[in-house]
Every structure is written in structure tokens, then in C-alpha cells.
């Protein structure tokens, strides 16, 4: 960019998808060492739409997901489902949730994100068709510091935090998995305002 070039539409779409992620490391970076040092403190929270959150969501990361081999896939829910919130602490636990299921998943593979409704309570999927967690693993994967990882990297905060998000919104997240076919990992926040879904309704 700062040198002028030239180049076609998919190229400045890709360079623009690296900005994007290169500032959200940033972030993601950010709170890492915010966890790691125990500060977590308080946040602000509003109303959010999880329907145009997580639209958005996977729009800003589609462009990654291809660019790794990985079908990235979304389904919402066909009604607006609203909870109170942090995006961007919100955002900080999905992302953790993708990149580490992309982490364990080949190329070809696919990792898909639904938002559905069930009762009093918005439910954030990710699922992918990954490795899959052994199941002496499952009881400890949320605990601090407890890494899947063969080689034994990184800190083993990744999920650790993804699971303090959620409970500071209220919710709770629960993992599903088998080896060698993959894993669900399930976030439940609750909804504001809460009317009955459309198929309660009289």
C-alpha cells in the first residue's frame, strides 16, 4: 500500500483481511496479558444482536478461514436474539474458539458457526471436523494453563478465557467432541426481553 502498486480486487480483499487480523491479534494480545496477570476487572455492557454480531464475525474472518484451506460456514437464527454484552470481550472469546478449532483442523476441513435459540437462552455454535478431544482431556480443557497441544505450545489460556467471558455475561460453555471427527463447543448467554420463540407463540 505504501508503495503505490497496483493490484486486482481479490488481492487488496486479502491484504485487507491480514490488516484486519494483524489489529485483532493486537487486541487478542492485549487481553491475553490482562488474563495472564489476573486484571480482568469490570466492562461495560449493552444490548447486543447476536444475529449482527456474529454476521459480522464471520464476514471479518471468512477471508482467514479460506486462505487456511477451511470451509467456513454460518447459520443464524431466523429471528433477532438479543443479549446484554461486551463485543468485544464477546468477539475475544469466539475468536478463541475458531482459531483454536482451526489449530486442530486440516485443510478441507470445515468449521462451522450457528446461532440458534432454545427457551431463555441464545446458543453460540462452533463446530468443526477437527482431531477431536480424547475424553480424559474434556474435564480439563477450560482449566488454566492445560493445553490439547501434541507439542506442548502456547500458554494454555485460550479456553480458560473463552470460559471467564462467558461466565462474566451470565452464561455458561460446554464442549462435545470425538476423536477424529471433531468438536462442538456450545455458548449459552441469556436472552433480554424474553418472548416466547415462534413456535411457542399461540
Known amino acids: 500500500r505504501s508503495g503505490d502498486v497496483a493490484m486486482d480486487q481479490e ?24 488474563f495472564s496477570r489476573g486484571e ?23 477471508l482467514d478461514m479460506e486462505l487456511n ?29 475458531c482459531y483454536n478449532a482451526l489449530s486442530f483442523t486440516p485443510e478441507e476441513g ?35 494453563g492445560y493445553s490439547c497441544r501434541a507439542d506442548n505450545s502456547g500458554e494454555g489460556l485460550g479456553l480458560y478465557i473463552v470460559r471467564a467471558i462467558i461466565l462474566e455475561h451470565g452464561g455458561t460453555v460446554q464442549v462435545d467432541s470425538q476423536v477424529g471427527k471433531g468438536s462442538v463447543f456450545t455458548i449459552r448467554l441469556p436472552l433480554v426481553n424474553s418472548t416466547p420463540a415462534p413456535d411457542e407463540q399461540d
Not at 486479502?14 to 490482562?34: P, S, W
Not at 480482568?40 to 471468512?62: A, I, K, P, V
Not at 477451511?70 to 438479543?82: A, C, G, T, V
Open 11 to 34: 488481492t487488496a480483499g486479502y491484504l485487507n483481511a491480514l490488516t484486519e487480523r494483524v489489529d485483532a491479534l493486537g487486541e487478542r494480545f492485549t487481553l491475553l496479558q490482562d
Open 40 to 62: 480482568r476487572g469490570m466492562f461495560l455492557q449493552g444490548e447486543l444482536c447476536l444475529n449482527e454480531f456474529l454476521w459480522q464475525f464471520y464476514h471479518s474472518n471468512l
Open 69 to 97: 484451506g477451511i470451509h467456513f460456514q454460518l447459520e443464524l437464527w431466523k429471528e433477532p436474539l438479543l443479549v446484554r454484552g461486551n463485543q468485544e470481550r464477546l468477539q475475544a472469546a469466539l475468536e478463541n474458539l
Open 110 to 144: 470445515t468449521i462451522a458457526l450457528g446461532l440458534r435459540r432454545e427457551e431463555d437462552w441464545a446458543l453460540i455454535v462452533v463446530r468443526d471436523t477437527g482431531a477431536g478431544i480424547a475424553p480424559e482431556q474434556l474435564p480439563h480443557i477450560f482449566q488454566r
